[in-house]
């Protein structure tokens, strides 16, 4: 594979290497063994010199970005509207400023606020309170799940019924949870919401800010009547966009018995689908003690969670003793989170799993002293917070004192981790973390900084084909069983393999070009390393052929699928139907591609499909393939040189359509990461606009990557892809294609977006 790399190094160093660790997916987020003031404290006052919170805090959270963090406590001395009672608080790393956001019009809740959450960039704070004063018409003294906009500083109240008029949950609501991207607050209330039947007991409900809808997520696919579950738990966890939550329940909400025991399940919220998560190793039912503790990767497809089962993997601790596990829902596989340092078996006391983005960052917090070799010399009986890289076993501890001699020398608990994996927040009553010394037995609100180290590398190849197979390398990972969904389109037209790379992307699988009657030596390797789990060959046999489709079973274990319709619109079509149902779609034009090469990826982010239309009409399967998805957002890529203001009218009567577009290919593709990626992003892909095959190979990709397309000339990068560059802020720059797409001298020019 033929991949180069260039390192940037940050000249501000926030830590070492983790242990030998090599990180084989960039950036490269180290953990410091030797600290070198790596740990700030979130809870401390803005005056000189800062003073810590005069009392506990309670709870924390971290915004995805990494530049905000949230945290519940009752001190007096971290606002002047503070009044002794809980309080949640709002920290910008940046900036350092502290905002109350549990008040209103200059007035502080009048009671406890708590159990914070953050949207990805920081933006949405949902909290639960019991303060009458903030938002609402709430019974007195009821908890409620809220939602505080930094932007506008106004608070709203999202525990409520279903309808048109929607009233509050009178029994209250708790554990409240926001998804990434802000859409979507998932939280448990014993009121009924929704028209199922909640047995008059708790529920786990998610309330849609967009679409202004409640829904039951703990629903009981096994009853008779529809109803909700029993034996919810408190804990619960919600992928970026909202589709997916997690939660526990003793009942049995899927084919394999729970046992009455508490088990760990997944809902998709689109497809109205349960899975079992906490399954035994046979996968005939749930685990046979108690799972609980779930959290979720962004895109819903890895679960983490607590278990004293011993029969859901077979490096188990000792009976009674609680480990965590990592579900692979698209692999269905079960591995062992918090292995002790021999490897030989699960610690025993481990507890609040949290995920990166990616799913391939674990943090965790356990007293036990095994799980890294030094563990011996820990303080005792402190719980401490570690990160586990899942994708090279390396561990570290992330409470560790100032000095770096040895962990901290109070309990620490509670880690939330950014979305990339390089900061944990977490809350410490240890007083040797930084050069603040808290109060002894007051915990405290801390953050501990990873280094991610800046990486611009370029995926090339000898043609289209080997960069579309090194690509795929780069992304996806395979246990040699069970691989990705893998989708083959041709490599010698555009229109098949734009609206694949989306559904590509949502499957989490990746897109795979090959000539109408070959499949090159490269693809051939890349095919048997990937083990697909099935094969999707989009486009008919006039873009690739019936003997590559043949060609195609030799290397799956079920079956090669073709995608394909009469002309490439109903082609679109017939790959959008794969999704059971969307509340947005893209919609490009099917006549030329620049405007729609960086559609593919943004699509992904939304898990939306792209259908192609033609520049001046609309062609009528498209029409009825958007009403059938239900959407409630078009968005068309490019300008009415492309796709006419008179199809843009045409679509608006289905659904309200915004078109992203930009005078070139350029602006536009950058029109599309500004409108889409509005956070920023940790990488970024950048490919050539004068031709379509590397990025469109890079669309499933940068959707696994979470990653925007930036598009440049061969020997230039064009003003709107520098500015946009400038403004993601991005750790790693991924280039696609050689250097007759994309020149050495851009290559080199793109270092200077990366941080320094």
Known sequence: MMIINRTIRNTVALAAVLGAAVALTPPTVSWATTWESTTRQVSETLSLPPASANLPVESIALSGNGRYAAFSTRATNMSDLANGVEQVYLRDLRTGAITMVSARGGVAGDMPSYQPSISDDGRYIAYTSIADNLAGSVPSRRAKALVWDRDTGSTQLVSVTDGTSPAPAIQGATSVRMSGDGSVVAFISASKLTAEDNLATEQVYVRDLRLATTTMVS?????????????????????????????????????????????????????????????????????????????????????????????????????GGTSIYVRDLIAKSTTLGTPNAAGTMGIAKAAHPVLSEDGRYLAFDTAQTDVVPEGSSFPLPYTQVYVRDRLTGSVVVASRNLVGTNAGNGQSDLPWLSSDGSLVAFRSAATDLTGTTPSPGSPQAFVAMGHVTPRLERIAGADRYTVSANVAADAFVSDGIVGPIVYVASGEGFADALPGSAAAGHDQGPILLVGKNTISADMRAELTRLTPRRIVVLGGPDTVSTQVENDLKAYTRTTVDRVSG???????????????????????????????????????????????????????????????????????????????????????????????????????????????FAGGAKTVFVASGEVFPDALSGGASAIKNGAPVILVTKNAVPAAAATELERLNPDRIVVLGGENTVSPAVFDSLEQYLPR
């Not at 966890?237 to 394999?256: E, I």
């Not at 982010?605 to 609309?618: C, E, F, I």
């Not at 492309?642 to 029109?671: C, H, K, W």
């Open 219 to 319: 629903v009981n696919p096994m009853a008779a009547a529809p109803s909700g579950a029993r034996g919810i738990d408190r804990d619960i966890a919600v992928s970026r966009d909202g589709s997916v939550v997690v939660f526990a329940s003793t009942d049995t909400l899927s084919a394999q018995p729970a046992g009455g025991r508490s088990q760990i399940y997944a809902r998709s919220i689109v497809a109205r689908a349960t899975e079992l998560v906490s399954v035994n190793i046979d996968g005939t039912a749930g685990g046979d003690r108690p799972s609980a503790m779930p959290a979720v990767s962004a895109d819903g497809t890895t679960v983490a969670f607590t278990s004293e089962a011993s029969d859901i993997n077979e490096k188990h601790p000792a009976v």
């Open 566 to 676: 009469p002309d490439r619109y109903s082609g679109s079509v017939a790959v959008s139907k794969t999704f059971l149902s969307s509340t947005v779609a893209y919609v490009a034009s099917g006549e030329n591609f620049p405007d729609a090469l960086a559609g593919a990826a943004a699509a992904g982010r939304d898990k939306a499909p792209v259908l192609l239309t033609q520049k001046g009409s609309l062609p009528p399967g498209v029409k009825e393939e958007l009403e059938r998805l239900g959407v409630t957002k078009i968005l068309v890529l490019g300008g009415p040189n492309s796709v006419t203001d008179g199809v843009v009218a045409s679509l608006n009567t289905i659904a309200p359509t915004t078109r992203i577009a930009g005078p070139d290919r350029y602006e536009g593709a950058a029109a599309v990461s500004r409108t889409i």
